[in-house]
Every structure is written in structure tokens, then in C-alpha cells.
């Protein structure tokens, strides 16, 4: 009888042991699998803060009219002129003709370098050189206007300055007959 | 006038895109979602230059597309205060004139910061339309639209979006609807120095 007793409490703790064992891995199980959630939401959440639109560089570098109408060109916006094959939009095709109608049609990347080179001696702001590359002043009006303080830091260069940009910046192609005289001219003298 | 500008941004890539070479669809994406829309201070997103890094391509559980984080450049058109720009006359009003860059039409010239002294005529040629006339020296010059106008850049700003009024009756959202379309990004130009306004008055 006794033996019985002992073994009935050794077997009903035991037993309780084990369902306690068993219920503790249970809920273990369960939390885990909560947590493998958790841990997934909050992967997600962290990724759902950078879903907007980060800026990482606002200037990285300004672009000439002429290298605009370059990177357009070279996806095929001028030799189309379906402009349906071309992978150049409808959008970016209105930026193209206006560039068209831009002294920077004729412009090369040689071009541009000399000029910028030739600058040099007048010390000018980097956004002047930009303007004037995009503008192409034929007067010494039109300079006035691009050039702050025209009178105070250029007095007497000016005219040499203007001669300069006739020199190596080609004029558009509409104001190519007035010029082309005068440039003639000028390419007698300078050789 | 054109900046670059860099920028990340976490893109879903829709699962009928999946046939197609990875950087085609991403620049694909990317044209949708950026090309001729304004962009707070970095302005009018032109084109997009490159595509610098592609990472990712995660799915998420309960999602059929395909997540990337992509860096690229955009070539952004942003005027800077001080800038010459030559454009077209678009239309001409008692506040001002408006200018148009083709790809751009909100450019606004208000009437102080046109060319002075000046006065303002009705247009014989469009049935109420007000004409500008610039007087200098004794000499009256007309603003018309047969060449480019050079006007320098005055101020840029971007108005904010306008929120929708719910609780309004029809009839005001009827006249809201008649009047100009939001602008997200307005340029300001100035006519009165040497050298701005028509070509034609200084060539």
C-alpha cells in the first residue's frame, strides 16, 4: 500500500513535470513564433522609413545647355524624326527643340574647353562662364547685363572679351549671316 | 540652368516587369515617376542621367513585386537668381507678361519688373489683350511675340500644394476649376536692365 502511495506521488509528479515541461515548450514555441514576426515587421518597418525619396546630392554638378542637348542626342532624339522610336520622351523632346533653337547647337566639347580656358584671364564667376556659354552675348550690352559690376571689373577688357566669345563660340545658325563678314575678316587678320 | 542632382529611392518594381532586363524596367520605373514632375528646390526633373547603384530585388512577404534601392542622377532644370534666359511670349495681361520655355510655360514677368517707363496698350491683334510698350528716348517699342525675349531670373519659388477643401459646395469648386492651374513651380523674371526684353531692341 505504502509502495503504491509513493509511486502514485512519484508518477503524478513526474507526470505534472512533464506537462509542465511540455506546456513551458509550447508557449516557447508559440513566443518564438511571435517573435519571428516581430522581428519581420520590424525589418519592414525599417525599410518602410527609407521608402520616401532620399536626396542625397541636391547640386552634383551643373550642366551646360550644350550637354543637355548632348546626352539627348546621344539616345537618338535628332535622327528620329517619328519620334516614336527613340527611347527619348515626349517631355524631354520639348527640351530638345528648345536647345535646338539655343546658340548651343553648334557647340562642341572643344569648343567649350577653349573657351572656359580663355576665361581664365578675366576672372570671371564660375555661373557667368555658364551664362555666357548658354547666352552667347554678341554685344557688350548683352555682357553687361550676364556680368556683375561689369564696369569695375572689366573697364576696358570688354571689348576684347566680346571679340574673344565671337572668336570661339560659333553664333547660331540664324545669326550666322551677319557674322560670318565680320568673321571672315577676322580670320584674315588673326592668320 | 540644368543641375544634377543625386537621389536615392526605394522602388517597387511591378511584377509584369520581371521579363525584362533589370536596368530597362528600373530606368522605366524611373521615367514614370520623375520625368516632367517638380521636385521641391531641386525644381523641373528633365531627364535622368544615370543609374549609379541597384541593391536589393527583396520580395516581402504577402507582396508579388520586387523592392530595390536605387541611387541615380537627374538632370534637373533650375534656374538660379541672376540667370539670362531667352524664351517666348506666351501671353500678355494686365499683371505682366507670361513667357514659355516650350517645356516650361510659368514664367511671369509682373509689371514692376518690366522694362521702364513704360505703357500699356490693348492689342490690335487679340481680342482683349493688353500690348507693353517700352518708351526710351522718344521711341516707342512694342513687346510682341515675333522674336525670343532675354529676361533675367528674379526669384524661384515653389507654392505649396494647394489642399482640397471638402466641406465647400459645388458652385465655389466650379470657379476654382476656371482659374489657373496649380503651378507647383513659378519663375519670376525681370525685363529692366540693358539687354533684356526682345532681341530685336538691342541687335
Given at each position: 500500500?505504502l509502495?503504491?502511495?509513493?509511486?502514485?506521488?512519484?508518477?503524478?509528479h513526474?507526470?505534472?513535470?512533464?506537462?509542465?515541461?511540455?506546456?513551458?515548450?509550447?508557449?516557447?514555441?508559440?513566443?518564438?513564433?511571435?517573435?519571428?514576426?516581430?522581428?519581420?515587421?520590424?525589418?519592414?518597418?525599417?525599410?518602410?522609413?527609407?521608402?520616401?525619396?532620399?536626396?542625397?546630392?541636391?547640386?552634383?554638378?551643373?550642366?551646360?545647355?550644350?550637354?543637355?542637348?548632348?546626352?539627348?542626342?546621344s539616345?537618338?532624339?535628332?535622327?528620329?524624326?517619328?519620334?516614336?522610336?527613340?527611347?527619348v520622351?515626349?517631355?524631354?523632346?520639348?527640351?530638345?527643340?528648345?536647345?535646338?533653337?539655343?546658340?548651343?547647337?553648334?557647340?562642341?566639347?572643344?569648343?567649350?574647353?577653349?573657351?572656359?580656358?580663355?576665361?581664365?584671364?578675366?576672372?570671371?564667376?564660375?555661373?557667368?562662364?555658364?551664362?555666357?556659354?548658354?547666352?552667347?552675348?554678341?554685344?557688350?550690352?548683352?555682357?553687361?547685363t550676364?556680368?556683375?559690376?561689369?564696369?569695375?571689373?572689366?573697364?576696358?577688357?570688354?571689348?576684347?572679351?566680346?571679340?574673344?566669345?565671337?572668336?570661339?563660340?560659333?553664333?547660331?545658325?540664324?545669326?550666322?549671316?551677319?557674322?560670318?563678314?565680320?568673321?571672315?575678316?577676322?580670320?584674315?587678320?588673326?592668320? | 540652368?540644368?543641375?544634377?542632382?543625386?537621389?536615392?529611392h526605394?522602388?517597387?518594381?511591378?511584377?509584369?516587369?520581371?521579363?525584362?532586363p533589370l536596368n530597362?524596367?528600373?530606368?522605366?520605373?524611373?521615367?514614370?515617376?520623375?520625368?516632367?514632375?517638380?521636385?521641391?528646390k531641386?525644381?523641373?526633373?528633365?531627364?535622368?542621367?544615370?543609374?549609379?547603384?541597384?541593391?536589393?530585388?527583396?520580395?516581402?512577404?504577402?507582396?508579388?513585386?520586387?523592392?530595390?534601392?536605387?541611387?541615380?542622377?537627374?538632370?534637373?532644370?533650375?534656374?538660379?537668381?541672376?540667370?539670362?534666359?531667352?524664351a517666348?511670349?506666351?501671353?500678355?495681361?494686365?499683371?505682366?507678361l507670361?513667357?514659355?520655355?516650350?517645356?516650361?510655360?510659368?514664367?511671369?514677368?509682373?509689371?514692376?519688373?518690366?522694362?521702364?517707363p513704360?505703357?500699356?496698350?490693348p492689342?490690335?491683334?487679340h481680342?482683349?489683350?493688353?500690348r507693353?510698350?517700352?518708351?526710351?528716348?522718344?521711341?516707342?517699342?512694342?513687346?510682341?511675340?515675333?522674336?525670343?525675349?532675354?529676361?533675367?531670373?528674379?526669384?524661384?519659388?515653389?507654392?505649396?500644394?494647394?489642399?482640397?477643401?471638402?466641406?465647400?459646395?459645388?458652385?465655389?469648386e466650379?470657379e476654382?476649376?476656371?482659374?489657373?492651374?496649380?503651378?507647383?513651380?513659378?519663375?519670376?523674371?525681370?525685363?529692366d536692365?540693358d539687354?533684356?526684353?526682345p532681341?530685336?531692341?538691342?541687335?
Amino acid at each position: 500500500m505504502l509502495i503504491l502511495a509513493i509511486s502514485y506521488d512519484l508518477i503524478s509528479h513526474i507526470l505534472l513535470a512533464f506537462v509542465k515541461s511540455g506546456t513551458l515548450i509550447f508557449v516557447g514555441w508559440i513566443y518564438s513564433f511571435y517573435l519571428k514576426k516581430l522581428i519581420a515587421l520590424g525589418f519592414l518597418l525599417e525599410h518602410f522609413k527609407k521608402r520616401v525619396c532620399l536626396l542625397l546630392e541636391h547640386n552634383a554638378g551643373a550642366l551646360t545647355n550644350f550637354e543637355v542637348l548632348d546626352l539627348l542626342k546621344s539616345r537618338g532624339a535628332g535622327k528620329d524624326p517619328t519620334r516614336v522610336i527613340a527611347s527619348v520622351s515626349a517631355s524631354e523632346f520639348k527640351v530638345f527643340d528648345y536647345l535646338e533653337q539655343t546658340p548651343a547647337c553648334n557647340q562642341t566639347r572643344d569648343i567649350i574647353h577653349k573657351f572656359v580656358d580663355e576665361c581664365k584671364k578675366f576672372d570671371l564667376a564660375k555661373a557667368e562662364i555658364l551664362n555666357v556659354v548658354n547666352m552667347r552675348p554678341s554685344s557688350a550690352v548683352e555682357v553687361y547685363t550676364i556680368i556683375e559690376e561689369c564696369d569695375t571689373r572689366m573697364e576696358e577688357k570688354i571689348d576684347d572679351f566680346v571679340e574673344m566669345i565671337l572668336q570661339v563660340l560659333p553664333a547660331h545658325p540664324s545669326q550666322a549671316e551677319p557674322n560670318e563678314e565680320s568673321g571672315e575678316g577676322k580670320e584674315e587678320t588673326v592668320q | 540652368m540644368f543641375f544634377l542632382s543625386e537621389i536615392e529611392h526605394t522602388l517597387r518594381l511591378p511584377p509584369y516587369l520581371l521579363n525584362r532586363p533589370l536596368n530597362e524596367a528600373i530606368k522605366g520605373e524611373l521615367d514614370s515617376l520623375f520625368l516632367d514632375k517638380v521636385i521641391e528646390k531641386l525644381g523641373l526633373c528633365v531627364s535622368v542621367y544615370d543609374i549609379r547603384s541597384i541593391d536589393g530585388g527583396f520580395i516581402f512577404p504577402g507582396d508579388g513585386a520586387s523592392t530595390y534601392t536605387v541611387r541615380f542622377r537627374l538632370v534637373m532644370f533650375r534656374p538660379f537668381v541672376g540667370e539670362v534666359i531667352s524664351a517666348r511670349l506666351k501671353e500678355s495681361s494686365k499683371d505682366g507678361l507670361r513667357l514659355s520655355l516650350g517645356f516650361f510655360d510659368d514664367i511671369y514677368v509682373p509689371v514692376p519688373l518690366l522694362a521702364s517707363p513704360n505703357h500699356s496698350e490693348p492689342d490690335p491683334e487679340h481680342k482683349n489683350g493688353i500690348r507693353w510698350v517700352w518708351e526710351y528716348e522718344g521711341e516707342n517699342y512694342p513687346i510682341d511675340g515675333t522674336d525670343e525675349i532675354r529676361f533675367r531670373v528674379h526669384n524661384v519659388s515653389y507654392p505649396p500644394v494647394p489642399l482640397e477643401q471638402g466641406k465647400d459646395s459645388d458652385e465655389k469648386e466650379s470657379e476654382q476649376k476656371d482659374s489657373k492651374p496649380f503651378a507647383p513651380m513659378v519663375v519670376t523674371g525681370s525685363l529692366d536692365a540693358d539687354g533684356l526684353g526682345p532681341i530685336s531692341w538691342w541687335v
